[in-house]
């Protein structure tokens, strides 16, 4: 696909299994936060945003976590699906439209 | 409402030519964002056009230019090109600052 790096760390799962795609944001003073899939050929799709004001937030089977203090961002995802597999990324900005992208992670769903 | 749409999704250049690619955001979006992504270095933004004004800019070569259109449609240039330009480049549009950001499917550049 157009968004693997050769190298991306994998994360497998099996089906109905949760998941926890872990990221580490590079800047304490990033105020928002956003979490993407990426499918082979496609463009990144957005999943869940959360600003800095708070710490969590629910969408539809994904949760996103925000640790300011180590600067460190989860997406949980609830009972995953075959269709999950895709790379995710976090994106972090500060008063901008500027996403800055983390490397991704490849998530794997097994039956 | 139809989604961001980028033309063209495939192009073949050689080194030293210039490319334009194009970009047309959801309707009534004003932000245009754009970035390159390749395997190497993953997603790097590029540049942001807001009310047809550059807003952001990246940290890339000055080969590498853009414009927005009164009606937020945007174009990116790619002047001069190398082989390292040869990537995945997104368009993303967003309804106000700093919200979601909504990609196209990217156009495919290769340069030989």
């Known amino acids: 696909g157009e968004s693997v790096g050769l190298h991306l760390p994998t994360l497998s799962v099996q089906e109905g299994d949760n998941s926890i795609i872990n990221c580490a944001y590079s800047?304490?003073?990033?105020?928002?936060f956003i979490w993407y899939k990426q499918e082979s050929g496609k463009g990144p799709q957005f999943i869940i945003d959360?600003?800095?004001?708070?710490d969590k937030r629910q969408g539809q089977r994904v949760t996103v976590l925000l640790n300011k203090t180590v600067k460190h961002l989860s997406l949980q995802i609830a009972a995953t699906q075959p269709g999950d597999s895709a790379v995710y990324f976090c994106?972090?900005?500060?008063?901008?439209?500027?996403?800055?992208f983390g490397t991704g992670t490849r998530l794997q769903v097994f039956p | 409402k139809a989604g961001v749409t980028q033309t063209p999704r495939y192009l073949i250049k050689t080194r030293g030519q210039q490319v334009t690619l194009s970009c047309s955001p959801i309707?009534?979006?004003?932000?245009v964002s754009w970035y390159q992504q390749t395997p190497g270095q993953g997603l790097q933004f590029l540049f942001e056009?807001?009310?047809?004004?550059?807003?952001n800019k990246g940290n890339f070569p000055g080969r590498f230019s853009g414009r927005q259109f009164s009606n937020s449609r945007s174009e990116m240039n790619v002047s001069t090109l190398e082989l390292g330009d040869s990537a995945l480049y997104l368009c993303?549009?967003?309804?106000?600052?700093?919200?979601?950001?909504?990609f196209g499917p990217g156009t495919r550049l290769t340069v030989t």
């Open positions: 993303a549009s967003s309804p106000q600052r700093q919200g979601e950001q909504y």
């Open positions: 800047n304490s003073a990033s105020d928002y």
């Open positions: 959360i600003r800095s004001n708070m």
């Open positions: 994106a972090e900005s500060i008063g901008t439209d500027k996403l800055i």
């Open positions: 309707s009534g979006h004003r932000s």
């Open positions: 056009y807001f009310s047809e004004t550059q807003r």
